[in-house]
């Protein structure tokens, strides 16, 4: 296999792979972590480089595989010109923000956690923007909002970063489940979640009566994620995340992730009234609001959050006018913003690390403390502000441009323009803010640190991307261009409109909204302080946060008025709603059904050993129930029950399950035995008689309705589906025991998810009795003290004897049990029970010291050798857990056949002996800790 | 044949719903080891009632039981055994953390210390 055919899943899954490793690598030294992740980002960006060839020569490469067809999910991936230029801004500037964050991270912060989860969260990203299949492109979509949830919470101890993230999490998941409807309203639609085929049918979707609901979905996801109007509030109380972070979800990838997914729907879904209407509007609002409060943010990080805002406003108003040219210019302006607005949260990330503060009111005067940052920050800012000769000034004069041919229309539209000038005043106000604020404009006013230069290294990331503002900014057609072109190729899924990136057209009227931007700009900027002052005493107080909370608060307190209608805090009534609860749909069925309730099917004749054994079984249950504040004779009455169950199995014809029934029922008498050694003796009597009242009323209406439904199923005939297991366990399975054969070989994988169960269940035994020692009773109930004599010599002597032939048997029930009645479940049950004995009669000091054999390897080995024979089906390609059997010939034993799923049976014994004895074991040695009973009585 | 069966299942029915809805840990673990019962014979029962002719491949049977019920019937009674033990555990654990044998582990009874000595 070519590994160019499957590189592009590598792309997205390597740093998921990688995230375990840089953790990994963080337990032997802090930076380590950092250089695996940057290795690891490396090798992703190595591995899809060679594909670009191909998509700069036009092709769109489609990397599947079939994973469940049948509800058309794929796996998937897909890259063209678009998909490529959002998987190297994640990655090149991925890589700057872990070289940035190798030196941003102080010596208290986990750094193995930090790149742990950056990289989780890369390869997430990743995987929305190389996905083909829509299914998995959404899973991707809500790793993102789960990693970047752990990455804004990264301060755990902060309540401000637990708050944040849990905000961007309940805002961006909410959105992701409204686009997941969106997703799968549109395969209905187009009848394929495959991207190819769902942008070749714009015209389908957009004819069809559910286009408004599938657009709206689909929108709610990419505003709630792009942070856009109203949903804008959650982006700058994501601010309280470490600024690389900030640098990255920021600038090129989480909140990019709605624009993705607005760029990469644009053939299928735009062109219509209700998207300009619904995008522009959103953009255009989300532009302004954005613009303008990021001036009245004193805090720099503040500032950059609603900037942000502001431009993804900005580039969600351009794929809002719907034509291919305003696609062009979102496309550019995507790009330029990653660049320019990196490097800003960079910077600011560098100042609040050597001034301790990130207020612009205290910060004053930088320049001469750290002249190299200030020239970073001065060009990448006017990149922001859209001065001539940077990147941000081409793409916003295409901008204006768009905005002025958008107004040509009609009507109101010329508002457009006015508007996005009005936004683009308050964009130069703040980006002069940033620079003239911080690092002219006096003294600082006591700063917390001394400020000076950071680290050389910490610089480089901003020190390219700042290059990169200003080559493409001065040489736009020898460096942007051509993956410009591709990715609008890419978006508009043909050839992409006549363009040019000239910086210069000519006095047009977008060239005249660019000079009345600037200078209404500056002059905005001198007048600050009374604007400043008329925002404090008006429009300061609007918070969304104070709506979200309210509404948060208001839906917990409903849920919990709710589930308190069900649930005091006390399981008797929980458990009487889950009676009552499945009592009425139960009679509900009945009471709809047309049917008579019992059928006309022949029954058997009753012989009187069958009704002496039943009325037996009825006697003891109901004396259980009865008797129950008597412990051990409430126990041991179940014990009957149990037995007379095993007898039911043996009288219709199911050998297996008497003797698995026996040998549990023994190992649950034993078990329980052990723990009513350290639970109270005796019931205490109830004093509420009317809830017993209730109970019993419940009991009895279950019982009845137990037996009816019972009979309502016996009295009528049915057709077996098991005739196919009938027929094939020998020719195919290889043995004539068919039940066994349905264990292990038709249904292995069935089995071998209960084994991990009881597996589970046996470790959890063991967690949750580590470390723990309860007190045990010097008496029994009727106050006699208990025989000091531990271990009986004759039990003693009688289990030893009986050790090696019990074992005898389970390996000749384990044996026959392809064939015959037996099995590794019952096999591995009687070695448990064999062992158990030991440690009951011997002590288990003793037993340990002969049995020296650490019980849950031998768990670990029989999931291992189950799994095992199944793959080992998979590696000759046949489906997992394949058997196959063959017939050997020994001598004395004569001919008898071997299947390969008698392995499988193996893994099955060993962690049925495994789960049981640990669990057994771990209780009996409670009482190691517990006071020594001789000791005491002495 | 078959109503004394129903019957039977009912009562360990009635018997484990009534235990299972007691307020101390031990009824409670014992009234689930009736429904499980109930719940294993039921489910066998769903392959009706033969007698005689167990699912084992022979030239000279005259039939079969339904060998499908039975398999998940046996896994069944072994996951029920993993799941009473990790629940008699977790009682014991309640016990160790509580103090008491309350299945809501809150009520700290006086008459918790009359019953350990």
Redesign the interface.
Known sequence: MNWLDINLPLVVLIPFAGAALAAWAARFHRVAAAWTAGGVALLSLALLLPSAIDTFAGETLIQSWAWMPSIGLWFAFRLDGLALLFALLILVIGLLVILYARYYLSAKDSMGRFFAYLLMFMGSMLGIVLSENLLQLIVFWELTSLTSFLLISYWQHRKDAREGARMALAITGAGGLAMLGGVLLLGHVVGSYQLTDVLASGELIQQHPLYTVILVLILLGVFTKSAQFPFHFWLPHAMAAPTPVSAYLHSATMVKAGIFMLARLFPALSGTIEWNLLVGGAGLATLLIGAYTALFKHDLKGLLAYSTISHLGLITLLFGFGTPLAAVAAIFHIINHATFKASLFMVAGIIDHETGTRDMRKLNGLLKYMPHTALLAMIASAAMAGVPLLNGFLSKEMFFEQAVSASDAQGWTWLVPVLVTIAAIFSVAYSLRFIHDVFFNGEPIDLPKTPHEPPRFMKIPVDLLVLICLAVGMLPMFTVAPILAVAVAGTLQTTPPEYSLALWHGFTLPLWMSIIALVLGVALYTVRQRLFDWHERTLHHWDARVIFNALLNGLIKTAHKVSRRFDQGSLQNASAWIVVAALVAGGWGFWLSQQPLLGDRVLLDIDPVSLLMGVLLIVASVLTALWHRQRLVSLIILGVVGLIVSLIFVKFSAPDLALTQLSVEVVTIVLMLLALYYLPQTTPKESASPRQWRDLALALVSGIAVTLLTMSVLSRDFVPISDFFLAKALPEGGGTNVVNVILVDFRGIDTLGEIVVLALAGLGVYAMLKGMSLPAPSHDINGLAWHTDKHSPIMQTLTRLLLPLTLLIAVYIFLRGHNLPGGGFIAGLIAAIALIVQYLANGIVWTRERLPVDMHKVVGVGLLIATGTGLVAMGINFPFLTSTFTHLHWPIVGEFEVASAIAFDLGVFLVVVGSTVIALVRLGELSHSAPNITAEKQ | ???????????????????????????????L??LA??V???L???????????????DNALG?????P??L???A??????????L??????A??EMGN?H??G?HR?D??EK???
Do not use: H
């Open positions: 044949m078959e109503w004394l069966i129903a019957i039977c299942i009912g009562a360990m029915t009635a018997s484990g719903v009534y235990l299972t809805l007691r307020a101390r840990t031990f009824p409670v673990v014992l009234g080891t009736l019962y109930a294993n014979v039921f066998f029962a769903m392959g009706r009632f033969v007698v005689g002719q167990p699912a084992i491949i022979d079969y039981a339904d060998p499908l039975q398999a019937v046996l896994t009674i072994v996951i029920a055994f993993g799941m009473t033990a990790f008699i555990v977790l009682a014991l654990k016990r160790g044998d299945v809501d809150l009874d008459d918790e019953n350990t000595r």
